[in-house]
T-cell receptor, first 111, second 115 residues
């Protein structure tokens, strides 16, 4: 079946740095990918929808200038957390537009 | 009111017990419904879809009541390996930023099965 991969699986960085997370569809082409964020003891919240060849669509309350999304090709979407701060520490998960295809997630810790 | 609401638990049950989780959703126009399982520090994984007619997969039975906007999951003969967080998820075609619609997750119900 289809597989979605993410890289890195975890990252620790200093406050103020930018972190790029990659989401790849391994055996299918994805014109759309979803990015979610999950804080401890909370559920997944959709941050944005990544669209190949056009701008991402952000959910209300998500800063598009802070969370940069680039859907560079039909198999790669990236999320860059710019000038990360401790409150951005979270579990970031991407998914394909099928209910069963989630990436393994990236755990970001900002010191 | 939350779009998808679940009892967060935790539910602590012995092996072999039957446990039921409930979920309500606010949008009467929602099209599809799912139960996901999420293990600690892992991504959610689809457990099963939920249909109005009710559906069963081994020890798991899911039920949907559209009139009450209520979804349930029943786990029979609980195993230690069933310990996880169970997420009620609703899909709306007309939501989100694309024609693909949007998944909305409940906060999850924590289940711990003990020996």
């Amino acid at each position: 079946g289809a597989v979605v991969s993410q890289h890195p699986s975890w990252v620790i960085c200093k406050s103020g740095t930018s972190v790029k997370i990659e989401c790849r569809s391994l055996d299918f082409q994805a014109t759309t990918m979803f990015w979610y964020r999950q804080f401890p003891k909370q559920s997944l919240m959709l941050m944005a929808t990544s669209n190949e060849g056009s701008k991402a669509t952000y959910e209300q309350g998500v800063e598009k200038d802070k969370f940069l999304i680039n859907h560079a090709s039909l198999t790669l979407s990236t999320l860059t957390v710019t000038s990360a701060h401790p409150e951005d520490s979270s579990f970031y998960i991407c998914s394909a537009p099928k209910p069963q295809f989630f990436g393994p997630g990236t755990r970001l810790t900002v010191l | 009111r939350k779009e998808v609401e679940q009892d967060p638990g935790p539910f602590n049950v012995p092996e072999g017990a039957t446990v039921a989780f409930n979920c309500t959703y606010s949008n009467s126009a929602s099209q599809s419904f799912f139960w996901y399982r999420q293990d600690c520090r892992k991504e959610p994984k689809l457990l099963m879809s939920v249909y109005s007619s009710g559906n069963e997969d081994g020890r798991f039975t899911a039920q949907l009541n559209r009139a009450s906007q209520y979804i349930s999951l029943l786990i029979r003969d609980s195993k230690l390996s069933d310990s996880a967080t169970y997420l009620c998820v609703v899909f709306d075609t007309n939501a989100g930023g694309t024609s693909y619609g949007k998944l909305t997750f409940g906060q999850g119900t924590i289940l711990t099965v003990h020996p």
